[in-house]
């Protein structure tokens, strides 16, 4: 537990810093999961004129293009079982979503873990499990997979929408946007590892690997308001009682046994070389070859791509809170309980 006057003092230093930079900074926090704590724990009034805080591409759901959901869809039309997490199922295909499908008798199963989904599996069906995620769930497909060999099932595909955080980050940072700071996703760190985002340092501008609760986060702000203040583009952990400097060197050694590189869409960012995962060569037996056509959305009202790029904030796009709501979601970035939009409805006192 931090004393009032500990946090206090923390954000008032946050204060000063900024006062002595002498401006507004724009900082991009990239995982939803710190969005959502920005939002809920009200640092964006509270840092009002000070910070702007901008939200990244880092929640997987509000990234995967509607034609993935699509070819789900068509899958369970050709009495596929598919599997995947309740955070997909309301997102916007280009004529229904997974849930609209499920409830129009599509066999669609949520499951809670992909090793879970494997365990319940039933003989007669032929399984599709739904893998989307950064490398933070990248290990729990991996899991599952293993387990698939051992029980030596026949039954069971992965249709792979991973991603990998590097990439889109990196063409992030070089194409669509100046940042004055990062905060980095504390989830991925803890795979990857301090190490897995020294990258960012080649970019100049000084980040920081951050947890989710609110005192990690204001001290998450003091680290990179001085980074700012000092030009110290160093990588800087504020996350250290998880992420270790290596990363979890176990399930990264798993993502690289079953999974390798492979080109992945991103929603605002387009094709990005290297920027998903897919099974590796040997494992393909297991894998779901899907198709669609990376620069046809169907809903072009929707802003999600302008939102996830920080072009745009959620309420500015026209459609929010009016039609868009997490009741009706008009696209992923409202579905999905990281996303921006979501939070940004949930949480308000925005403007
Ligand atoms: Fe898309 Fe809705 Fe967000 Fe607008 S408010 S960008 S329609 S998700």
């Known amino acids: 537990?931090?004393?009032?006057?500990?946090?206090?003092?923390?954000?008032?230093?946050?204060?000063?810093?900024?006062?002595?930079?002498?401006?507004?900074?724009?900082?991009?926090?990239?995982?939803?999961?710190?969005?959502?704590?920005?939002?809920?724990?009200?640092?964006?009034?509270?840092?009002?004129?000070?910070?702007?805080?901008?939200?990244?591409?880092?929640?997987?759901?509000?990234?995967?293009?509607?034609?993935?959901?699509?070819?789900?869809?068509?899958?369970?039309?050709?009495?596929?079982t598919i599997y995947?997490?309740?955070?997909?199922?309301?997102?916007?295909?280009?004529?229904?979503?997974?849930?609209?499908?499920?409830?129009k008798?599509?066999?669609?199963?949520?499951?809670?873990?992909?090793?879970?989904?494997?365990?319940?599996?039933?003989?007669?069906?032929?399984?599709?499990?739904?893998?989307?995620?950064?490398?933070?769930?990248?290990?729990?497909?991996?899991?599952?997979?293993?387990?698939?060999?051992?029980?030596?099932?026949k039954n069971v595909k992965f249709a792979c929408e991973l991603k990998t955080i590097?990439?889109?980050?990196?063409?992030?940072?070089k194409d669509h946007i100046k940042v004055d700071g990062l905060i980095l996703p504390g989830h991925v760190a803890t795979i990857l590892g301090v190490d897995g985002f020294k990258f960012v340092e080649e970019f100049g501008i000084p980040s920081v690997i951050s947890g989710f609760?609110?005192?990690?986060?204001?001290?998450?702000?003091?680290?990179?308001?001085?980074?700012?203040?000092?030009?110290?583009?160093?990588?800087?952990?504020e996350y250290k009682r998880v992420v270790k400097k290596e990363g979890n060197t176990v399930a990264i050694r798993y993502i690289e046994r079953f999974f390798e590189r492979t080109d992945a869409y991103f929603r605002g960012l387009g094709l990005i070389?290297?920027?998903?995962?897919?099974?590796?060569?040997?494992?393909?037996?297991?894998?779901?070859?899907?198709?669609?056509?990376y620069d046809s959305l169907s809903n072009s009202a929707c802003r999600c791509a302008d939102v996830l790029t920080g072009k745009l904030k959620p309420f500015e796009c026209p459609l929010f809170e009016r039609v868009c709501t997490p009741q009706t979601p008009k696209g992923a970035c409202m579905v999905s309980q990281e996303g921006s939009c979501n939070a940004y409805f949930r949480f308000g006192k925005w403007k």
């Open 213 to 237: 609760e609110k005192y990690d986060i204001l001290l998450s702000l003091l680290s990179l308001t001085q980074s700012i203040l000092d030009n110290d583009f160093t990588v800087k952990n």
């Open 166 to 173: 590097d990439q889109p980050l990196k063409i992030l940072l």
């Open 273 to 293: 070389e290297g920027g998903g995962l897919r099974l590796k060569s040997e494992y393909s037996a297991f894998s779901i070859q899907l198709e669609y056509d």
């Open 1 to 80: 537990m931090q004393t009032l006057e500990k946090v206090n003092t923390i954000i008032n230093t946050i204060k000063n810093n900024i006062e002595k930079i002498g401006r507004q900074l724009r900082i991009i926090e990239v995982c939803g999961t710190h969005t959502v704590s920005i939002y809920r724990n009200g640092f964006h009034t509270l840092f009002k004129g000070y910070i702007d805080f901008i939200s990244g591409p880092g929640c997987p759901v509000c990234v995967t293009h509607e034609g993935y959901i699509d070819n789900l869809i068509e899958l369970a039309k050709m009495n596929h």
């Open 105 to 153: 008798g599509a066999k669609i199963k949520i499951m809670y873990s992909p090793v879970d989904a494997v365990e319940n599996i039933a003989e007669d069906e032929e399984a599709i499990i739904a893998a989307v995620g950064f490398e933070t769930t990248v290990p729990a497909f991996a899991l599952s997979l293993e387990k698939v060999l051992e029980k030596d099932l």
């Open 84 to 103: 995947t997490f309740g955070d997909l199922l309301k997102v916007p295909g280009k004529s229904m979503s997974l849930a609209e499908a499920k409830a």
